[in-house]
T-cell receptor, first 109, second 111 residues
Framework: QKEVEQNSGPLSVPEGAIASLNCTYS??????FFWYRQYSGKSPELIMS????GDKEDGRFTAQLNKASQYVSLLIRDSQPSDSATYLC?????????FGGGTRLMVKP | DVKVTQSSRYLVKRTGEKVFLECVQD?????MFWYRQDPGLGLRLIYF???????EKGDIPEGYSVSREKKERFSLILESASTNQTSMYLC??????????FGPGTRLTVL
């Protein structure tokens, strides 16, 4: 079992809709969780971090963490074509960041 | 803002050549990392360093070595490049137990 799992997609949503990206992790002791966005041919860019259960909002992005169920999600409201990218979930189970395989999001005009 | 820079965006080398990829960070981070990324395989950790002159193998160290002589600089060395080392190489830096910040990447092609 991989430590951090994501559906590879592609996840296709229409412009203006809410995109929901999910991630599960195996180490129950994980304390820090991050979302990175990676455009095609570019490097990953940190967009959200979350450390405690619940929701964290930043503009159109909301990260949600549920440690009991061991999942973290990213919601993108009012999705735009410019949000089309691969989204990487990353978790720190010990002291090293561990990445999921990423979910490719396509926002169609 | 954290800045991580890599010496080249694109590089073309021939089989058997020695290749140096350099990475510099300006945030005084203890840790620096080298990954390669290939379609369908995600990010794979090659080596990381948690201090000057210290290094640890990641998941796929074979065919690579690293050097960290100064805190801000971390070099990846391909001793004898092979075609299966054609990939996107990403450098990152970060503090202990914390997020990582990536450089722009080097797309290496080995002919």
């Amino acid at each position: 079992q991989k430590e951090v799992e994501q559906n590879s997609g592609p996840l296709s949503v229409p412009e203006g809709a809410i995109a929901s990206l999910n991630c599960t992790y195996s180490d129950r002791g994980s304390q820090s969780f991050f979302w990175y966005r990676q455009y095609s041919g570019k490097s990953p860019e940190l967009i959200m971090s979350i450390y405690s259960n619940g929701d964290k909002e930043d503009g159109r992005f909301t990260a949600q963490l549920n440690k009991a169920s061991q999942y973290v999600s990213l919601l993108i409201r009012d999705s735009q074509p410019s949000d089309s990218a691969t989204y990487l979930c990353a978790v720190i189970p010990g002291n090293m960041l561990t990445f999921g395989g990423g979910t490719r999001l396509m926002v169609k005009p | 803002d954290v800045k991580v820079t890599q010496s080249s965006r694109y590089l073309v080398k021939r089989t058997g050549e020695k290749v140096f990829l350099e990475c510099v960070q300006d945030m005084d981070h203890e840790n620096m990392f080298w990954y390669r990324q290939d379609p369908g395989l995600g990010l794979r950790l090659i080596y990381f360093s948690y201090d000057v002159k210290m290094k640890e193998k990641g998941d796929i160290p074979e065919g690579y070595s690293v050097s960290r002589e100064k805190k801000e600089r971390f070099s990846l060395i391909l001793e004898s490049a092979s075609t299966n080392q054609t990939s996107m190489y990403l450098c990152a830096s970060g503090g202990w137990g914390n997020e990582q910040f990536f450089g722009p990447g080097t797309r290496l092609t080995v002919l």
